[in-house]
């Protein structure tokens, strides 16, 4: 089993960037693919970038290829998400994510995740 923190949530100003950080207990870190997601208000929870155990292989949105950029460190249990060019649309709660499974973009295969940190990007 596996909890998740995230920080590094906040406001920002469009073309501005952040960055995430997910912590994770346990000593089987490395034994999770991890992914990130998004919801915004009145909408589902979406899938914005996952990364694979060993971090050599990622997928990413659509929306946010080019300025999303997924990381881990094994060594410390964390997973990233770096965000630049931000876009008032990117506006919602980020979550990371867990999967003991193949690495994969359905929420619905995810069976940990974290309490989620609000990210605001102002126009």
């Not at 997928?59 to 999303?68: I, L």
Request: hydrophobic share 35%.
């Amino acid at each position: 089993q596996v909890q998740l923190v995230e920080s590094g949530g906040g406001l920002v100003q469009a073309g501005g960037s952040l960055r995430l950080s997910c912590a994770a207990s346990g000593r089987t870190f490395s034994s999770y693919n991890m992914g990130w997601f998004c919801q915004a208000p009145g909408k589902e929870r979406e899938f914005v970038a996952a990364i694979s155990r060993s971090g050599t292989t990622t997928y990413y949105a659509d929306s946010v290829k080019g300025r999303f950029t997924i990381s881990r460190d094994n060594a410390k249990n964390t997973v990233y998400l770096q965000m630049n060019s931000l876009k008032p649309e990117d506006t919602a709660v980020f979550y990371c994510a867990a999967t003991i499974v193949n690495i994969n973009t359905s929420p619905h295969m995810y069976g940990y995740w974290g309490q989620g940190t609000q990210v605001t990007v102002s126009s």
